[in-house]
């Protein structure tokens, strides 16, 4: 299968089928109360996508942000964590940033803060603009809609089981979301048809990894992101015990067992951060942060060539080059066409600043 | 004409606010900032904030959000949010044409509350198979998100630091009252036939002796440290590439008439978290408890036992120490029959109250 033709984001959705969801969203408006504003994704006509995972929940929010912006120019706030800080009364270190997305139409960044880092902390939703200005997005009298994916735990459990939300992306009228649970090693991804419809939670998909056609295991999703190859949807996906792995969206069925297939082994004590998938010189490439190799820059050319590693002699499949100049990305997202968002910096002091795709 | 004309409202508008700008102090009351000395009249085009701004620390940041009101003759604004304790504040007041009045506040600090400890970390055996691949982190109160990696170590036995032995989730695997974390080892290590386990090895050696420690230096919920660093010591026995099977399970049955526990033996360690809810007898009420090493399940009814039988229903998400399930092992080889998979939900276990 050549990839040449055709690779772009699940986003990238075309006027008229945007204008058709917005009138079909379901949403209320009033008050959002969100629990906790972790994994951001943006979908059809501005609606950002919210995991709130004490609340079991997925949140879809009008953030009312529809001018259009083929770039949005150059951003570089030095300390945005201390900024965000400043703007919520509070001290740098009683922030979390959790998630950052930039809105694909007017290219404003949102970013899901934490103001507190106890149980009892605050979700936040902030919006920076092309000039650099931070601002909040009121929660209070919004439109949005919402989704509980799984039953509140029974009393009989201490009410102690959560399953943590890693990524979510929005892929053709279903919100996909990969989640960790903290007491089985489970590897759940969901995907959830948008406009929500309170009844349809979306069913569990098994997620396995095989190895050598020898072992299979249960493999969480770490992060992942949708891309298109030869009009065939897919999703490239970080498992939590580190290979990359491509599954098509069409095997994403409710109830279904899915075995990824391998493209990359990506080495011990990688942690996949973020990924995105891009377009430079007529190729294509996928960048990615990673906690202990730093940015990574893999040729996404004829991924179907790299065929999964077979033998113990073998080291990955996809070639790639670490981005040396890149250090410490918490976050890593696509901007525009040829610029990268970064949240950049350790828990100190955080950078948020846009770069050339390499 | 029109130009000049306007400079003039203008000029007008602002006179009275300039001219009463002398007098004007600024106080903090309720969680609120309050400009009095000055009669507020119009609001600026540019709003209130383009007078009045309150700032949580120094350098170069935004003012706080937060709402403005007036009433009377006082200009109040009020954070978005309470202000977190031990905050430094500055306010502004600038008027055009004059200089800035300012004024600082410290918000008190929070009362320092009895200091939180490592309550206890499961497994609580010291004897680990090498493929082990979930530790649970008990609180005694609720802890601070977003540093679990820098204080949770593992040592060799020479006290040497293992590197990168668990998986470091930036989410941190918490509970709702983030007074239990969840930390799983790399499973890129455990796994047979990954690259990390062949680069890097196990997370745990066969045969060698470790300790988990606990940095005290972790802040709580409240930013105090914990009361003491916590170590657990172990050693590290065979990988355990089996499933669960509850078929090797010892049931005890009470004495009808009674109340007392149904015991259930493990022939080996079960997952602590799971046992609390993956294991129920049908129909009965009762309360859970883990024992021995989490190789005991005891439940204790509500009312007592009948002269009857009864059923434990077992589900098949419950695991072992290695993730290994029941009636599938958590790395399926294909290869081996011993590992061929159960594809229920759950397993039912009949046992008999009475008349043996």
């Known amino acids: 299968m050549n990839i040449r033709n055709i690779f772009r984001f699940a986003a990238g959705l075309s006027g008229t089928a945007i204008l058709a969801l917005c009138a079909s969203s379901n949403l209320q408006t009033g008050k959002a109360d969100l629990k906790a504003a972790g994994a951001l994704a943006f979908g059809p006509d501005n609606i950002l996508f919210v995991g709130d995972t004490p609340a079991a929940t997925i949140w879809a929010l009008d953030v009312q942000d529809r001018a259009s912006s083929k770039s949005g120019g150059s951003i570089e706030i030095k300390g945005v964590n201390e900024k965000i800080a400043a703007l919520l009364g509070t001290a740098p270190d009683q922030i979390l940033i959790n998630d950052t997305a930039v809105n694909p139409v007017s290219k404003n960044i949102y970013m899901s803060v934490s103001r507190g880092r106890g149980p009892d902390a605050t979700a936040v939703i902030l919006r920076v603009d092309a000039a650099g200005k931070i601002s909040e997005v009121p929660l209070d009298n919004i439109a949005h809609s919402s989704v509980k994916f799984v039953d509140p735990p029974a009393a009989s459990t201490n009410g102690r089981q959560v399953e943590t939300i890693t990524a979510i992306a929005y892929i053709d009228g279903n919100v996909v979301v990969a989640g960790l649970s903290n007491e089985e090693f489970s590897s759940t991804l969901r995907s959830i048809p948008f406009p929500f419809t309170g009844a349809v939670k979306g069913a569990g998909i098994q997620i396995y990894h095989g190895s050598h056609g020898r072992f299979e295991t249960a493999a969480p999703v770490r992060t992942f992101i949708p891309y298109e190859i030869d009009h065939q949807k897919a999703i490239l996906a970080a498992y939590t015990c580190t290979p990359l792995v491509k599954i098509q969206v069409s095997q994403l069925t409710p109830g279904a067992k899915v075995e990824g297939t391998t493209i990359a082994e990506l080495g011990a004590g990688n942690r996949p951060i973020d990924m995105l998938v891009y377009e430079k010189g007529g190729k294509h490439f996928i960048l990615m942060a990673n906690s202990s190799r730093g940015v990574m820059k893999l040729t996404a050319e004829n991924l179907e060539s790299y065929k999964p590693i077979t033998a113990h002699t073998e080291v990955t499949g996809v070639p790639y080059e670490t981005i040396a100049a890149l250090k410490d990305v918490q976050r890593l997202k696509k901007y525009d066409d040829g610029t990268a968002l970064l949240l950049q910096g350790t828990a100190g002091s955080m950078d948020l600043r846009t770069i050339a795709l390499p | ?356």
Do not use: C
Not at chain 2, 337 to 354: C, K, M, N, Y
């Open chain 2, 1 to 356: 004409m029109i130009r000049r004309m306007t400079q003039i409202a203008l000029a007008a508008l602002l006179l009275p606010l300039a001219a009463a700008a002398a007098g004007v102090s600024i106080h903090a009351t309720d969680g609120a900032f309050q400009v009095t000395g000055w009669k507020a009249s119009v609001e600026p085009a540019a709003g209130w904030s383009s007078v009045f701004q309150v700032y949580a620390g120094a350098g170069d940041i935004p003012a706080m959000l937060g709402s403005y009101t007036v009433e009377g003759a006082v200009l109040t604004f009020r954070p978005r949010w309470p202000l977190t304790p031990g905050m430094h504040v500055r306010a502004v007041f600038h008027l055009s044409g004059e200089a800035p009045v300012e004024a600082v506040f410290d918000t008190p600090k929070s009362a320092p509350g009895a200091a939180t400890r490592v309550e206890h970390v499961y497994p609580s055996t010291d004897v680990l198979p090498s493929n082990t691949l979930k530790l649970y982190i008990y609180f005694s109160a609720a802890m601070r998100r977003g540093e679990a990696w820098q204080h949770i170590r593992l040592l060799d036995d020479k006290g040497v630091r293992v590197q990168l032995p668990f998986l470091e989730i930036d989410q941190e695997l918490w509970d709702p009252a983030n007074t239990r974390l969840t930390v799983l080892f790399d499973p890129g290590r455990i796994k047979r036939g990954l690259l990390p386990l062949r680069e890097s090895g196990p997370n745990i050696e066969e045969g060698k002796r470790y300790t988990l420690v606990i940095g005290h230096e972790w802040l709580d919920a409240n930013g105090a440290p914990l009361a003491a660093e916590f170590a657990k010591p172990f050693r590290v026995v065979e990988a355990e590439r089996t499933p669960v099977d509850p078929a090797q399970w010892r049931i005890s049955p009470p004495l009808p008439g009674t109340a007392d526990p149904l015991i259930v033996d493990f022939p080996r360690p079960l997952d602590y978290a799971l046992l609390q809810r993956a294991i129920s007898v049908d129909g009965v009420k009762g309360k859970v408890e883990v024992a021995r090493d989490e190789t005991q399940w005891r439940f204790t009814p509500e009312a007592p036992w009948k002269q009857a039988d009864y059923r434990l229903t077992v589900n098949t998400t419950l695991e072992d120490l290695a993730g290994n399930r029941v009636g599938r092992a958590f790395d399926v080889d294909k290869f081996q029959e011993v590992t061929a998979q159960i594809q229920t939900e759950t397993v039912s276990l009949p046992f008999r109250i009475g008349n043996q």
